[in-house]
């Protein structure tokens, strides 16, 4: 397969400049100091803070003045917010331009932007696979897309039929993130499983923990390190997870069935040989998770 000859960014516009949008524009002026990277929010101290720490160039008071001029928008608002502004986004865009999301699902995302996107302006549909349990512009980090994957909506020949998708691909690639191409609905389904459903795990032990811990502090007192790993996620505000939910209701309630049916297998096999074979599979999967490059 050729490659497509790359088109250089020239002025990038970041709609949210928190944590994903922040790291974003930090990635951005580290790799590519020429451009010049314009930042909105809907907190205007987010942006100034984002502007101080070096993620933007300028601070912008309107989402559209922010577009002006653009041949990068890059969304990185929650899924529900960029629903809304999304057929705004599609009229102010430049018609050369490309936008991008960074939303952690897709289906909905996308399905909006083949309506909304009629020409000129071309949307590709995004999610990097990095993140923290906290948000905010104060957690942004440059490094944060570095050995990450980048689901990318659509096939590894999509960059060779349009010259913007294989700069973006590029740009990424340089972040030190691993671009993955795939369609929206595997996306979703994939994304239950490895994200969404490790959230509401956590979020569920956190509960039984809680609700166990007595006047005296037992048993939280007597936890281990062991404890607050897998509870890292349950740190995550519900403000980040509640369109995530709304938008991946059917993919995560099947996520949680197939859990809820693991659970009843182990609490059979507590007394039973069969428990081992759990560790073993279990063992084995973590193992490639650590491998993972």
């Known amino acids: ?53 070096g993620a933007i160039k300028e601070v912008s008071v309107a989402a559209e003045a922010a577009i002006a001029g653009a041949d990068l928008v890059y969304i990185a608002l929650p899924i529900g917010i960029a629903l809304d502004r999304l057929p705004a986004i599609a009229q102010a865009a430049a018609p050369g331009a490309l936008v991008t999301d960074a939303c952690s699902t897709k289906v909905r995302i996308c399905s909006t932007a083949s309506e909304t996107f009629r020409g000129g302006a071309l949307f590709l549909g995004g999610h990097p696979m990095a993140g ?68 509401l795990v956590s979020v569920a032990l956190a509960r039984v923990v809680r609700e166990e811990t007595d006047e005296t502090g037992l048993p ?46 182990l609490q059979r096999r507590l007394t039973s040989r069969e428990l081992e074979a759990e560790f073993d599979t279990a063992n084995e999967l973590y193992k490639i998770l650590r491998n993972m490059q």
């Not at 281990?224 to 709304?246: E, N, T, V």
């Open 1 to 53: 397969m050729t490659t497509a000859p790359l088109i250089p960014f020239r002025r990038a516009a970041i709609l949210g400049t928190g944590l994903i949008g922040g790291s974003f524009g930090l990635a951005l002026r580290r790799n590519s100091p020429e451009m010049h990277v314009v930042g909105w929010d809907k907190e205007p101290n987010a942006a100034r803070q984002a502007l101080a720490l």
């Open 132 to 199: 923290k349990e906290l948000s905010g512009i104060a957690q942004a980090n440059a490094e944060l897309f570095h050995g990450a994957r980048y689901a990318l909506i659509g096939d590894d020949e999509d960059p060779a039929r349009d010259a913007r998708l294989g700069a973006f691909a590029e740009l990424v690639r340089g972040f030190g993130a691993h671009p993955v191409w795939l369609d929206a609905e595997t996306h979703d389904w994939a994304v239950a499983i490895v994200s969404h459903l490790p959230q």
């Open 220 to 265: 939280v007192s007597l936890a281990g390190s062991g404890l607050k790993d897998a509870l890292r996620l349950a740190g995550s505000p519900y403000s980040m997870w509640r369109d995530i939910a709304f938008t991946n209701t059917d993919n995560i309630s099947r996520a949680l069935d197939r859990l809820s049916r693991a659970i009843e297998d």
